[in-house]
C-alpha cells in the first residue's frame, strides 16, 4: 500500500512540473500585463509543434528543440504583447478576454487546417524508458520534464528579484504609475513579461513532446489545470503558481488512486474550493498585490 | 485581487458558453454548402452523413468522411441508382463537433434544408443516439455502426444498425480472454461516455458466465494528460489481463505507461481507439499482439479488401473499421433506393426494412449478410476479433473466419 501511495505521488509530482510551467507562465502575464490569457494552452500546442517537426523532419531531439521553441515563442510573446495586447490595455475586461479567448479559437482552427487532426507522437530512446527505485518507477522522459520545469522556474525567481528588469516588473505589476515616474518603461517591461511567458509555454511544450501526443486542441488539457493551479496559488504568484501546480499535480493522481479514476478533478476542485473559504486570496499573498 | 479573482471565473465562464457560439457559427459558415458530388439527369439523391472532424474525434470523423466519399464516388462509378434512372448520390456533409447540442442542431438542420433520403452517422455512440432520435421524430432512415445497443430500444423505426451490438462485443471480449490466457483475472477501464459504459457493463455482466475474474472495473475520465495514475491502480489490482474501452490517446499513453512501468500482461483494447491506422503508427512495435473486438475489418472479404485497397491508395493508411462499415451502409442506402426506385425517405425505410442483403459492398460486414429485426438489428451481425500482427491489423476470431491464428503474449 505505501509503495502505491508513493507512486502516486511521485506521478502526481512529475506531471505537476507540467502543470507548474504552463500556470507560472499564466500567472506571470497576469500579475505584470492584468491580462488573463485563454490562449496559454495553445502555445503550449504549439511548442509542441515546433518540437514535433523539429524531430520528425530534422532528427533534432525534442529537448534540443527548447532551444528554438523557447525564443521562438519569446518573440511572438512580444509582437502578441506590442501588436494586440497594448491596444486592449485599460480597455476593461471584456475586450481582454474576447481578445485572448478568441486568440486560442483562431489558433486551434489554425492548426486542424496545417496538421489536421491527427494525434502526433515522437519516439524517443529514452521515451519508454524508466528508472526503478524498489517499488517505485520514475519515467525518464517525465523526470527530465520535471527538473527543467524545476529549473526554470527558480531561474524566473532569482530573475524577478535578482535582476534589474526582474525588478522593473514586480515594480511595474505592484503600481503601474509609480513606477513610470521611476523611470520604467511600462511597454518594455511589459513585452518582456509577454515573452517569457509564452517562452515557458513553449517549453512545457517541448518537454511534453517525448512522452505525450500533440494535436490542435491538446492545450486544453493543460490549461484548465493551469488556471485552476494560478487561482489556488494565488493569481500574480509565480512561488504560487510553482507550489499550487505541483499540489494538483499530486490530488489529481491521490484523487484517482483513491476516490476514482474519473474523479481526479473532482478532488483538484475540492482543494481549491477548500482553500478557497480559508484563504480567499489563494495560498500565497505573493507579490502582485 | 479579490476583483481580479471575479474577472478570472467570468471569463472561465463566457469562454465555454462563447466556444460553443463561435464553434458553432464557424462551422455553419463552412459546412452550410458543402455538398459533395455532381448533380446530374436526373436529379442527384442527397445522403446525410454527420461525422465528428472537430473536437475529440475529430481524427476518426476525418477519415468517416473520406471513406464516405469513396463510397458515394463508387456507388455513382458503378452507374448510380439504376431504378431512377441511373440517378447519382450527393453527399451532404456536417461537422458535428464531437459535441452533443450541435449534433442535435445539425442533424435538425440537414434534414430541413436537404431533402434526405437517408442518413448515416456519427461515429461516436453518445451522438449516433442523438442523431438518431432526430431522424426518428422526423422520420428519416438512419444507419450507424455505433454499437450501443440503446440505438435498437425504445421502439425506433428509422434507426437500422447492420452491425454487431455492444453486449456481443463483450461476450467475443470475453471469449478471447481465455484464448490468450488460462486464469483471466481481468482489469476493466472505460471512459466515462456512452460508449465505455455500454461496452464495459456489457463486459461485467457477461463476464461470470463466460468463466472470466472481473479484479477491477473502473471509469476514468478521458483526455488525461497522464496515464500514471491509472495504470498504477490497475498494477494494484493484480489483474493478468486487461480490457481498455478506450479512444485513441488515452490509449496510446496507457500503452506507453504500461511499458515504462514493466506491467506486461495481454490487453484488449476493444474497438475504439485500438482498431485504428495511427494507433500502430503512435505506439509502433509496442502495439503487437494487441488485441481488439471489430465490428467490421479490412480483410473480412475480398470487398473490404478491394474497398482498403482503393482507400489505402486514396489516404495511405488501411480503411478502419467504423469507416469501412459506413462503405458498406452506403451501399446498403443504394440498395434499398434500388428496391424503393424513389427517393422518399419513407420508402426507403420501408426498403430497408424488408432488404435481405447477401451479396456483394452491403453484405460486406462479419456475417456476411444483412437482415434488420423490427428493432432495426442486423440478426446475422456477429463482432471481429483482431489482433495487430506485424504492423497490419488481423482478423483472429472467431477461429471459423480468422484469417490467422491468434498469438499469445
Same mark, same amino acid.
Given at each position: 500500500m505505501t509503495s502505491v501511495i508513493a507512486q502516486a505521488i511521485v506521478n502526481g509530482l512529475l506531471i505537476g512540473g507540467i502543470y507548474t510551467l504552463v500556470s507560472i507562465g499564466v500567472t506571470l502575464i497576469f500579475g505584470v500585463?492584468?491580462?488573463?490569457?485563454?490562449?496559454q494552452g495553445e502555445f503550449v500546442m504549439i511548442g509542441m509543434y515546433i518540437s514535433y517537426w523539429l524531430a520528425t523532419q530534422?532528427?533534432?531531439?525534442p529537448l534540443l528543440s527548447l532551444a528554438i521553441s523557447m525564443p521562438g515563442l519569446f518573440v511572438i510573446g512580444v509582437l502578441l504583447q506590442h501588436f494586440l495586447i497594448r491596444r486592449v490595455?485599460?480597455?476593461?475586461d471584456l475586450p481582454q478576454i474576447f481578445l485572448t479567448f478568441a486568440l486560442s479559437l483562431l489558433l486551434i482552427n489554425i492548426a486542424l487546417l496545417l496538421f489536421t487532426a491527427d494525434y502526433r507522437t515522437i519516439h524517443t530512446s529514452y521515451t519508454d524508458a524508466a528508472i526503478q527505485i524498489g517499488p517505485i518507477y520514475i519515467g525518464v522522459a517525465r523526470l527530465i520534464a520535471f527538473v527543467v520545469a524545476m529549473l526554470l522556474s527558480t531561474a524566473l525567481e532569482v530573475f524577478l528579484h535578482a535582476t534589474d528588469l526582474g525588478k522593473a516588473m514586480r515594480a511595474a505589476s505592484q503600481n503601474p504609475e509609480v513606477a513610470m515616474l521611476m523611470g520604467i518603461n511600462p511597454d518594455r517591461v511589459f513585452a518582456a513579461a509577454a515573452g517569457i511567458s509564452l517562452a515557458l509555454a513553449g517549453a512545457a511544450g517541448s518537454l511534453l513532446m517525448p512522452f505525450y501526443s500533440v494535436y490542435p486542441s491538446v492545450g486544453q488539457v493543460f490549461a484548465l489545470m493551469a488556471f485552476v493551479a494560478v487561482v489556488l496559488g494565488t493569481l500574480g504568484s509565480v512561488r504560487g503558481a510553482l507550489i499550487a501546480g505541483l499540489m494538483m499535480g499530486v490530488a489529481e493522481s491521490l484523487g484517482i488512486q483513491f476516490v476514482g479514476s474519473d474523479s481526479g478533478l473532482i478532488v483538484v476542485f475540492a482543494v481549491l474550493l477548500i482553500t478557497l473559504a480559508i484563504k480567499p486570496n489563494g495560498l500565497f499573498g505573493g507579490w502582485a498585490r | 485581487m479579490s476583483s481580479s479573482g471575479r474577472v478570472f471565473s467570468k471569463g472561465d465562464c463566457s469562454r465555454r458558453a462563447f466556444f460553443k457560439i463561435a464553434g458553432g457559427a464557424v462551422t455553419t459558415g463552412a459546412f452550410a454548402a458543402s455538398a459533395i458530388g455532381s448533380r446530374a439527369e436526373p436529379a442527384a439523391i442527397n445522403i446525410g452523413a454527420l461525422y465528428?472532424?472537430?473536437?475529440?474525434f475529430a481524427q476518426f470523423g476525418q477519415d468517416c468522411v473520406n471513406a464516405a466519399k469513396l463510397a458515394v464516388q463508387m456507388v455513382n462509378g458503378r452507374g448510380g441508382i439504376k431504378s431512377l434512372g441511373g440517378a447519382k448520390l450527393n453527399l451532404v456533409l456536417s461537422d458535428v463537433q464531437s459535441d452533443t447540442t450541435v449534433t442535435r442542431t445539425e442533424t435538425e438542420r440537414l434534414i430541413n434544408r436537404y431533402s434526405l433520403s437517408a442518413i448515416h452517422g456519427c461515429y461516436a455512440s453518445a451522438l449516433t443516439l442523438i442523431a438518431s432520435e432526430v431522424a426518428e421524430r422526423h422520420k428519416v432512415p438512419l444507419l450507424t +455502426? &455505433?454499437?450501443?445497443?440503446?440505438?435498437?430500444?425504445?421502439?425506433?423505426?428509422y434507426t437500422f444498425t447492420p452491425f454487431s451490438r455492444a453486449s456481443q462485443f463483450a461476450k467475443a471480449q470475453l471469449q478471447m480472454a481465455k484464448l490468450v490466457g488460462s486464469e483471466p483475472k481481468v482489469a476493466v477501464v472505460f471512459e466515462n461516455t456512452a460508449f465505455g459504459t455500454s461496452t464495459s457493463s456489457g463486459l461485467r455482466e457477461q463476464a461470470p458466465g463466460e468463466g472470466v475474474e472481473v479484479v477491477m472495473f473502473e471509469p476514468y475520465s478521458s483526455?488525461?494528460?497522464?496515464a500514471g495514475p491509472l495504470v498504477n491502480k490497475i498494477k494494484a489490482s493484480g489483474a493478468n489481463m486487461l480490457f481498455a474501452v478506450s479512444y485513441l490517446n488515452d490509449l496510446i499513453l496507457i500503452v506507453r505507461t504500461m511499458k515504462q512501468v514493466g506491467l506486461r500482461i495481454p490487453l484488449n483494447g476493444g474497438s475504439? +481507439? &485500438?482498431?485504428?491506422p495511427d494507433f500502430y503508427k503512435n505506439t509502433g512495435a509496442d502495439a503487437e499482439g494487441l488485441l481488439g473486438v471489430a465490428?467490421?475489418?479490412?480483410?473480412?472479404d475480398t470487398y473490404a479488401k478491394e474497398v482498403s485497397a482503393e482507400y489505402q491508395k486514396q489516404y495511405g493508411k488501411f480503411i478502419f473499421e467504423y469507416a469501412g462499415g459506413l462503405v458498406a451502409q452506403t451501399f446498403l442506402i443504394a440498395e434499398a433506393l434500388e428496391q424503393a426506385a424513389s427517393p422518399d425517405p419513407q420508402k426507403v425505410r420501408d426498403a430497408l426494412a424488408a432488404i435481405d442483403a447477401t451479396k456483394g459492398n452491403a453484405a460486406?460486414?462479419?456475417?456476411g449478410r444483412v437482415k434488420f429485426n423490427e428493432t432495426g438489428r442486423n440478426i446475422y451481425a456477429h463482432p471481429v476479433g483482431v489482433q495487430w500482427q506485424k504492423g497490419d491489423l488481423v482478423s483472429v476470431f472467431p477461429k471459423e473466419e480468422a484469417k490467422a491464428p491468434i498469438v499469445k503474449s
Open positions: 500585463v492584468k491580462i488573463v490569457n485563454f490562449a530534422l532528427g533534432v531531439d490595455l485599460g480597455l476593461g | 465528428p472532424t472537430t473536437g475529440n +455502426g &455505433s454499437s450501443t445497443d440503446q440505438l435498437n430500444r425504445g421502439g425506433r423505426k483526455g488525461f494528460a497522464d475504439g +481507439g &485500438s482498431v485504428h465490428h467490421w475489418n479490412h480483410d473480412i460486406m460486414c462479419p456475417g
